[in-house]
């Protein structure tokens, strides 16, 4: 069974960074894209950044400049580096990730979404 954990959401004043890490477990056999979503509270989710699993990257225009996505094939990881954070970016963020298990099956798993605040 594949599963995606997040980690590293928090509080953090405006001009702050945080870093969130996402890690696959289970019987992955190949991770294709893997994406970093947010949820504001009534909204849908949104993109925030994808990387393909040949590096390709891309960011929504509100993070652009200030957000890095980064992916450690060989741990089965995802990373977002958020830096110069502003009131408007919190929000919960969610890994996802398509992945082709030990079966051959590919599906679309999502992690349990962590929360980031950014408050004075």
């Known amino acids: 069974q594949v599963q995606l954990v997040e980690s590293g959401g928090g509080l953090v004043q405006p001009g702050g960074s945080l870093r969130l890490s996402c890690a696959a477990s289970?019987?992955?056999?190949?991770?294709?894209?893997m994406t970093w979503y947010r949820q504001f509270p009534g909204k849908q989710r949104e993109l925030v950044a994808t990387i393909t699993n040949y590096g390709k990257t891309n960011y929504a225009d509100s993070v652009e400049g200030r957000f890095t996505i980064s992916r450690d094939n060989a741990n089965k990881m995802v990373d977002l580096q958020m830096d110069s954070l502003k009131p408007e970016d919190t929000a919960v963020y969610f890994c996802?990730?398509?992945?082709?298990?030990?079966?051959?099956?590919?599906?679309?798993?999502w992690g349990q979404g962590t929360q980031v605040t950014v408050s004075s």
């Open positions: 289970g019987s992955v056999e190949t991770i294709y894209v």
């Open positions: 996802y990730a398509q992945i082709r298990d030990c079966s051959t099956r590919t599906g679309n798993y």
